[in-house]
């Protein structure tokens, strides 16, 4: 099928457009001042601090993919919704959210002892506290979502996020030290729960249904599964760090990962949030699916492309900038870890194509096939040091990519295209390493470099006429109307 270079088309638009902008604006936003907390706490504590909470984060998502069971994805995707599944899809978040609070409680001192570090029980006996309230207000957020009613997700977590930065910098301010960063996500899940509850409007009852269970469940199982091994893997390299290499390591990855999520992971989050949402309603018109796929991957791709140039040849400006020196040895896992970005964009649009389709059971497959190489791989690298490891991360990363695009049942873009824009980010690469290398203050090489670096992939796409700077003025306008 040839590419054209119109928009998607206006029903796209008008569902989709905003409700991009509004997840963008929740998932960047909200990351933005949850990382600007951390920047100033990272300045009040040390990396060891940041280590006791981030080997504990695994436990935490575990426990929250058992809590959804791919459910949610079942009830956004299921078009005949009734209040009968949603009383089911809560009552299993309830009954399971006890559970795993109940299980990390009496399993804390285990977990502590393999650290041999006692603070870890007390800690993580508060911080599960967060699946628990987390399990109350899924149901709410799964509502939002498949109305596409991003604009009150988004308020919701700007201001837990807000009112929990708040909390925590007292607390810090105060000497309390981790303790705030305990802090912080404890009244965060619960601050963001309350919103959700008052801005869905939904009530729950006491009605459960087998017969929604199984088939909100057998849709789900198969994307459960895939959650739950890619949660263990995104998660497993702090609780491994903090074990075989020292607990400061991990909170050197911690304070390099937050600063690569905010773009990447923010953007990850939102093209799987959306995409999937919309793409959904062309599942039964396959040239409408490809079509509007297509032109999504190319603008992903546009946008994403000169943010992760940006991360990976600034790592070590930005780094001495928002956490000072003592941080200085996670700019260079910055730089490395960036580059896994693209890749992780891409796999996760891929993925949202499967599941639009229904291919649940292979996307599993797929999954324990990329978790056997990944796990080989760490298996391999982690003999030979963190930085190793990270780089381990990339390789891991383009090889999960190119095992999904194998699979996916349509190309995601012309590659002369792809190649196009490759060479317009490399350009930009070398635009921000020259200037780095004579700016010597920081503040004026994240200045100067990125302000240059931008506008050379901008000037370089007018000149090209790439199609995707049009689109991005009209987003930004919401001027929606059909470009020929």
Known sequence: MQENNRPPDRQLQREGVNAFKWALVDKFGSQVIVLMNTLVL?????????????????????????????????????QDLTNTDCNTFFLFNIFTGLFFYCLLFFLAPVIANFYHEPTLIMLLRILSITVLVNAVSLIHKSLLVKNLRYK????????AAILSTIIALIL???????????????????????????????????????????????????????????IIYANIYQPLIGK??????????????RLYEVPVLSISSVVDSVT??????????REELVENY???????????????????????????????????FSADLLQILSFSGIFLILETINGSLMKVEGRTKLIFKLEVLKKIIITINIIIF????????????????????????????????????????????????VVILNLTRVILNPYFAILLGGISGVLTYLTASYLLKFPE????????????????
């Open 469 to 484: 700077l049009r689109w991005i003025f009209m987003i930004i306008t919401n001027k929606i109307k059909t470009v020929s």
């Open 382 to 429: 982690c003999q030979f040091g963190i930085k190793t490891l990270v780089y381990g991360i990339v390789i891991n990363s383009f090889i999960s990519f190119v095992i999904n695009q194998y699979f996916t049942s349509i190309r995601i873009a012309s590659y002369k295209k792809l190649f196009t824009l490759f060479i317009m980010g490399s350009i930009m690469a």
């Open 172 to 230: 810090a301010w105060k000497g309390f030290g981790v303790w705030s960063l305990l802090t912080l996500q404890v009244s965060q899940s619960v601050f963001y729960m309350l919103l959700l509850w008052k801005f869905s409007g939904w009530l729950p009852g006491l009605k459960f249904s087998w017969a929604s269970f199984k088939e909100l469940y057998g849709f789900g199982f198969g994307l459960f599964l895939t959650a739950l091994v890619n």
């Open 42 to 78: 990272a300045r009040l504590l040390d990396p060891h601090d940041f280590g006791l909470i981030s080997v504990l984060y695994i436990f935490m998502s575990i426990s929250s993919a058992f809590v959804d069971s791919g459910m949610g994805g079942g009830l956004v995707r299921k």
């Open 276 to 285: 999937y949402p919309i793409l959904v309603r062309y599942q039964n018109n």
């Open 152 to 159: 009150l997700v988004t308020r919701a977590s700007f201001l």
């Open 244 to 257: 075989f290499f020292s607990l400061a390591y991990s909170g050197y990855f911690y304070q390099a990962k």
């Open 294 to 328: 297509r032109k999504i991957v190319r603008l992903l791709l546009f946008v994403s492309i000169p943010i992760i140039i940006t991360i990976g040849f600034l790592a070590h400006p930005l780094v001495l900038v928002l956490l000072g020196k003592k941080w200085l």
